[in-house]
């Protein structure tokens, strides 16, 4: 059973730090995805990570994959209140749609 | 270009009852799947439907059911509420079939369901 594990669960941060999300999965997978999620919003697609050393850059986010490590990272450099919300990554493992989720990141920026 | 639509956005229902939720996908998306969010379970994959055709199940009861239309419009059920079906229910269009060729999922703002 394919299990996505993330790290921090909840991280508060003062504005302009940087800081890194980790996000480890269980079982051999080429894509994951990466999610914002606002209180009692929806999902947001932030970036979609197709192959092992595949980088991201989005503003101040940037997102890479390891699939040897079954390892991405969500990185935030010089955070701004803006990025408070929860990340979420995503692992698929088929084709039929079926996203796993980890547990989700709530960051808070701190003024 | 309109996005995932999801309607009710919030509903309240006693124990026993049943729910009926809908979701019509962006315009031209023919894959349609449903996720539960729950504080305590997360994000849970429920099921998805392409070409009218259930394609893929999560571990949920027998009581959750689907069903996807012609026009890739898909409904889905619970039957015999109980309280811990309480949760967001999220829909999710893709251009293509369940994700295959790298495609991206779009989310609805989700359904807010509330058994008391």
């Known amino acids: 059973e394919l299990k996505v594990e993330q790290n921090p669960l909840f991280l508060s941060m003062q504005e302009g730090k940087n800081y890194t999300i980790y996000c480890n999965y269980s079982?051999?997978?080429?894509?994951l995805y990466w999610y914002r999620q606002d209180p009692g919003k929806s999902l947001e697609s932030l970036f979609v990570l197709l192959s092992n050393g595949a980088v991201k850059q989005e503003g101040r986010l940037m997102a890479s994959l390891d699939t040897k490590a079954r390892l991405s990272t969500l990185h935030i450099t010089a955070a701004v209140h803006d990025l408070s919300a929860t990340y979420f990554c995503?692992?698929?493992?088929?084709?039929?749609?079926?996203?796993?989720f980890g547990t989700g990141t709530r960051l808070t920026i701190i003024p | 270009k309109a996005g995932v639509t999801q309607t009710p956005r919030y509903l309240i229902k006693t124990r026993g009852q049943q729910v009926t939720l809908s979701c019509s996908p962006i315009s031209g998306h023919r894959s349609v799947s449903w996720y539960q969010q729950t504080p305590g379970q997360g994000l849970q994959f429920l099921f998805e439907y392409f070409s009218e055709t259930q394609r893929n199940k999560g571990n949920f009861p027998g009581r959750f059911s689907g069903r996807q239309f012609s026009n890739s419009r898909s409904e889905m059920n619970v039957s015999t509420l109980e309280l811990g079906d309480s949760a967001l229910y999220l829909c999710?269009?893709?251009?293509?079939?369940?994700?295959?060729?790298?495609?991206?999922?779009?989310f609805g703002e989700g359904s807010r369901l509330t058994v008391l």
């Open positions: 079982t051999t997978s080429d894509r």
């Open positions: 999710a269009s893709s251009l293509v079939p369940g994700l295959a060729a790298a495609g991206e999922l779009f």
């Open positions: 995503a692992v698929v493992l088929d084709t039929y749609g079926k996203l796993t």
